[in-house]
């Protein structure tokens, strides 16, 4: 016969005055701020907010805080309150010293009618990183030769933004007699502080061509372009997919289409879907055909009709993509269905079976860097 088991009641934690107080314990700031990042990632505006005033509420002056909160606002459409939010964190009563350069930055972003003052807050935030760097500001926690690369790099795409500007048809200032030398030492700066920063020597590339000089326009591009390409795909010194969209039009518009060809299928590697990606190897291929119908002979052994059949192909993915996606640039759809068009009349039809993946697009991979085009000309 079994021993009959006494029942026995658990015994209850004792609740002190300590304990107590720890469970009516609010959540700590970090964690707060890691919720609300949390949200903003997951694209849910409202309930961040809420979290980053709950943040604001216990210390006003919070700088992560107000830059997120300004983050959040910018996501939300409202404009004017992200621009007076980033404004306290500059010249506010709790603004600290010196305030982040992310501050200055959201605001140079933010003043579109005003390139002066863009400038301004650009050169601000330049300023800052560069304190940062010498070890003059308190709080730039400078510790590690990443967070080094980092701001030297932001510096340098700080410094390109601020040549854009200069550049930009939009304003008069490229009108300036002090233009050319302003964005010259711009240029200077940036490489000084990285001296083969690919954002910079496709905008070098960009400011060379603007001062009718093809041949240093394409050196600086080929050097842009020879900074990564034998790098892994999945390397981290691979330049983003929009950075190398603009390597691509630098050398269509230096007529160096198979180095075009060649960066593209780096950004199709990575992703096949780009719409503007399609639309410049279409458009690549469509002035590769004028050029080789021009000239009565084939270009990178290929003669005018099939360099037409593989600009019809990616034109078409392009507008179908656009279309699909309702991408929001107008005008690149506009100048595609034109191309289209254009090869129509030619009688170039669409391929049966649909475009060219960029899987079949290895026999680029030999191209000649040297190739060398004949300009934008009308084929009839």
């Not at 026995?8 to 304990?19: E, G, S």
């Not at 306290?88 to 992310?102: E, F, M, R, Y």
Request: glycine share 4%; charged share 30%.
């Amino acid at each position: 016969m079994g021993r009959t088991r006494v029942k026995t009641k658990k015994a209850r934690p004792v609740q002190t005055d300590a304990t107590q107080a720890q469970a009516k314990e609010p959540p700590s700031i970090p964690s707060l701020l890691e919720k609300a990042r949390s949200l903003v990632t997951q694209c849910d505006y409202d309930m961040a907010q809420k979290f980053v005033q709950r943040i604001l509420e216990r210390s006003s002056g919070h700088v992560e805080g107000k830059e997120l909160l300004g983050v959040i606002q910018l996501e939300k459409g409202d404009i004017n309150d992200a621009k007076l939010t980033f404004q306290s964190l500059i010249s506010g009563p709790d603004a600290p010293q010196p305030p982040p350069p992310s501050a200055h930055l959201y605001l140079a972003q933010l003043t579109d009618d005003d390139p002066l003052l863009a400038l301004k807050h650009y050169q601000a935030a330049v300023n800052i990183m560069f304190g940062q760097l010498k070890g003059k500001e308190p709080e730039s926690k400078v510790t590690t030769e990443e967070n080094e690369i980092d701001i030297r790099r932001n510096i340098v795409r700080v410094l390109v933004a601020m040549v854009e500007i200069w550049m930009a048809p939009t304003y008069d200032l490229c009108f300036d007699p002090k233009a050319e030398e302003t964005c010259e030492s711009l240029l200077k700066t940036a490489f000084e502080v990285d001296s083969n920063n690919v954002e910079a020597l496709i905008c070098l590339s960009s400011f060379r061509l603007s001062q009718q000089k093809p041949d240093e326009a394409k050196e600086s591009a080929t050097r842009a372009w020879f900074a990564w390409k034998d790098l892994d795909s999945d390397d981290p010194l691979v330049p983003p997919v929009p950075t190398r969209i603009e390597l691509t039009k630098r050398f269509i518009e230096i007529s160096d289409y198979a180095s075009a060809l060649l960066v593209l299928q780096s950004v199709m590697g990575t992703d096949d879907q780009d719409v503007e990606a399609w639309y410049l190897e279409g458009w690549c291929f469509f002035l590769m055909a004028e050029q080789a119908k021009e000239t009565g002979q084939d270009v990178e052994g290929l003669s005018w009709e099939e360099l037409a059949q593989d600009a019809r192909d990616c034109l078409e993915t392009c507008r179908t993509l656009h279309l699909n996606e309702d991408h929001s640039d107008k005008d690149l759809l506009g100048h595609t269905k034109e191309l289209i068009t254009q090869l129509e009349s030619l009688n170039i039809k669409p391929s049966p079976d649909g475009p060219t993946g960029p899987e079949e697009e290895d026999e680029w991979e030999d191209a000649s860097d040297d190739s060398d085009g004949d300009g934008d000309v009308e084929m009839s």
